[in-house]
């Protein structure tokens, strides 16, 4: 059985960081907490589960921050986990059954990560990342902001899953400010940072130079496919936030030339035509949304709910509104079936029973 440093870099963790321990630390040969800089009780708390913490000095540089704490692992892989990250215990157990039978070959393990969920809790938003990663190989981080270590070797699916379970927001502007010091420090941004440093710019609102940076990164051609079909997506939002309704179609489509379509680019294109009332090929794009095929072993961010829930209850709607009650009606039922509970499915029963009782 293969053995597992779990490595950790926090800062001012104490509501969280028990929570993230206790679900990881019988499934670990050790436990390496590097503390960038907390005044709460996080160190406190991290010496209940191991002696093992050290100090970094905090230089606005994650990659640095991680590849210190992997640099004091002794064990065959590296595990990454952030404070406030979970293991649920159906995941725990598929991963004692991985730890178990593992392949030492195996150079990174990949694992899917949990970070969006709706009312009752059920997962809205997902995407693969490296979790395990061979030791002593030089598999380093890369990147200050959105760090990553590029998959190499044998890369496999690790059949687990790790929840991140925010309790508080995060700094909005971090991520931000360490991108734009870079830049006034000349800093060339790489692909992968190009593309983040430009979602940052969106959530900040600055539109204009959010499309000025993914044009870029699509026009350099140097991006992953994920992120490309992403950029456009995003480049969609920025023009429909501007005003610039016929250029966000335009983003949106633009996605298609680099692969097939995703049913969360259908289901964008389906609210496009949704919101100008133009209910027929609202329909076509959400219809279509049905027949993509999820695969989250790409890579890229799934949205789980635009492969099933979204597109039916979307074209109750549409289908109500050209007069096509009996179809509106199934497809009613065929969102009940990803989600029994959802508020708007019991509205349009009710709709639907009313309309009945009317007749």
Known sequence: MVTISLCMIVKNEEDVLARCLKSAADLVDEIIIVDTGSTDRTREIAAQFTQRIYDFAWTDDFAAA????????????????????VLLET?????????????PAVCVVMARYNTGYDEHGRVTFSYFRERLIKNHIGLRWEGAVHESIAPTGQVVDGGF?????????????????I??????RGVALEPRQQFYYGRELYYHQRYEEALRVFEQFLDEKQG???????????????????????KALQALLRSFTYDRPRAEICCELGRWFFQRDEMSLAAYWYALALTCVRDDSRGGFVSPDCYGYLPCIQLCVCYS??????????????????KPDAAPVAHNRACFQSLTAEA
């Open 66 to 85: 991680r590849n210190y704490a992997f640099s004091l692992a002794e064990m065959d892989y590296c595990m990454w986990l952030d404070a406030d990250d």
């Open 224 to 246: 992953w496919v994920e992120n490309n079909i992403d950029a456009c997506c995003h480049c969609a939002y920025c023009y429909e936030r501007m005003g610039r309704q016929e």
């Open 91 to 103: 995941d725990r157990e598929a991963f004692r059954a991985l730890k178990a039978a593992l392949n």
């Open 321 to 338: 509104r050209l007069g096509d009650m009996k179809r509106a009606e199934q497809m009613n039922e065929w969102a009940a079936s990803f």
């Open 161 to 177: 899953a790790i929840s991140h379970l925010k309790l508080r927001p995060s700094d909005p502007d971090r991520n931000l400010r």
């Open 179 to 184: 991108y734009e010091k870079q830049l006034e």
